[in-house]
């Protein structure tokens, strides 16, 4: 099975610190998909003003007396919670990546009958803005109505350009 991330409405490329706290500005921001436990590996960064960004992701998706489980590399297992990791990046001039917040796409937040279906037909699509009300990255989980997730065929390429773009550990 794949998992296609489909986003739109990116915050842009800089964030001015904040008038009401103490928190800092950010610049050149760039947003990707995170490597099970590898937080440096960033699956084909996009930047903050992009007009959209798409993921694709393989993983596996298994029948078990609960429910359809989700497993791959891109998949995030914490506490029996499985879910995708958007990081949110500011890159400086040398091109190190550095993380200031993740977005969690929640996948046990997916209604069963649509999972059930992904899984049959090869392909679970989450579409969602990447704004939050504040005019910043959408951070912290997402679950529905902030993501609406549906079922597709999966014999589709539904590559996104560069989907093989990995920014390495450090």
Do not use: N
């Amino acid at each position: 099975m794949r998992i296609r991330i489909d986003a739109v409405d990116l915050p842009g490329r800089t964030r001015p610190a904040p008038a009401s706290t103490d928190g800092p500005a950010y610049a050149d921001i760039h947003v990707a998909v995170q490597r099970r436990d590898r937080p440096a590996e960033l699956l084909a960064p996009q930047p903050g003003d992009a007009a959209s960004a798409t993921w694709t992701l393989e993983c596996t998706a298994t029948a078990t007396p609960t429910g359809i489980e989700v497993t791959g590399p891109y998949v995030q297992d914490r506490l029996g919670r499985r879910f995708v990791y958007l990081s949110w990046c500011t890159v400086d001039d040398s091109g190190v990546f550095s993380m200031f917040r993740r977005t969690k796409l929640m996948l046990d937040a997916v209604p069963a009958d649509v999972l059930a279906a992904a899984a049959h037909h090869g392909l679970l699509v989450g579409r969602l803005g990447l704004t939050d009300a504040d005019g910043g990255p959408r951070y912290a989980r997402v679950e529905p109505p902030h993501v609406t997730w549906t079922a597709g065929p999966g014999d589709q390429d539904g590559l996104s350009p560069g989907h093989e773009d990995t920014i390495p550990p450090r």
